[in-house]
């Protein structure tokens, strides 16, 4: 069954998703940068045409400590993507969690121009548009990185607000590694297994259609969260 078109889906901020079919009108203009968040060896493998690789679990720096890194250290690496201070960007990945955190890289480092590709590439290449392994190279661009911590819950802001009742840690990633019995696939240091305490645990995959992978409708993603007790008067801190 087909989605529901984004702006009938109840969403607050409908402007965050690009649909596919947008794409495809716009993938040709000068101001527009698709950016795929997979894995170089993915992306090499195929990728919609026009689009440069930043890999989503690396791609957004991080100190040694995990909080975030210098700013400018994400400026260099946007700027050599060819992004400008006025670009639109939209991030796709197969889809997975990683297009939202490059999302999120942006829009921490000031630029709000950002979209995710609702369905991903999987929706892209359900519709038979065209796909490409091409490596896609542009002039650089003048991005400056202008931090917004209002958006970024760092580990001393952690600790400050464990305790709080209007604070949700919300664990998005598997089961497994909620609980322990798997290891996090992210990259870097081995880290301790399980879970930050009182943390509630929703799967990412599960705000996805499993037909089409687009993003559920406001309505059934807000039922869905308030039953794991994600609640919108509440400060919630992802991870």
Same mark, same amino acid.
């Given at each position: ?140 661009? *003048?991005? +400056?990185?202008? #931090?917004? =911590?209002?958006?970024?819950?760092? $580990? !001393? ?6 305790? %709080? @009742? ?45 037909? *089409?992978? +687009?993003?559920? #409708?406001? =309505?059934?993603?807000?039922?869905? $969260? !308030? ?6 008067? %509440? @400060?919630?801190?992802?991870?």
């Amino acid at each position: 069954m087909n989605p529901l078109p984004i702006e009938q889906r109840g969403y607050t901020q409908p402007e965050l998703l690009a649909d596919t079919k947008w794409l495809s009108r716009h993938i040709s203009d000068d101001n527009l940068r698709v950016i795929d968040a997979r894995s170089s060896k993915d992306y090499a493998e195929v990728h919609i045409p026009g689009a440069v690789n930043l890999n989503g679990y690396s791609g957004v720096p991080r100190d040694a400590s995990g909080d975030m890194a210098d700013p400018s250290i994400f400026e260099e690496r946007v700027r050599k993507l060819g992004i400008n201070n006025d670009t639109t960007v939209v991030v796709y990945d197969a889809p997975s969690q990683m297009m939202g955190t490059i999302a999120w890289g942006f829009m921490y480092h000031g630029h709000t121009n950002v979209k995710i590709l609702d369905g991903g590439l999987a929706k892209w290449m359900m519709e038979g548009n065209t796909v490409s392994q091409d490596k896609s190279e542009y002039p650089p661009g *003048n991005f +400056t990185a202008s #931090p917004d =911590n209002n958006i970024y819950c760092s $580990l !001393e802001d952690a600790k400050k607000v464990i305790n %709080d @009742e209007h604070s949700i840690f919300w664990d998005t990633r598997s089961i497994e590694e909620y609980e322990g019995t798997a290891a996090s696939v992210i990259d870097g240091p081995k880290l301790r297994q399980g879970h930050i305490p009182g943390a509630v645990h929703l799967d990412w995959k599960e705000l996805f259609d499993e037909e *089409n992978k +687009t993003l559920k #409708p406001a =309505n059934e993603l807000r039922t869905l $969260l !308030e039953s794991h007790g994600i609640k919108p008067e %509440d @400060e919630v801190s992802t991870y």
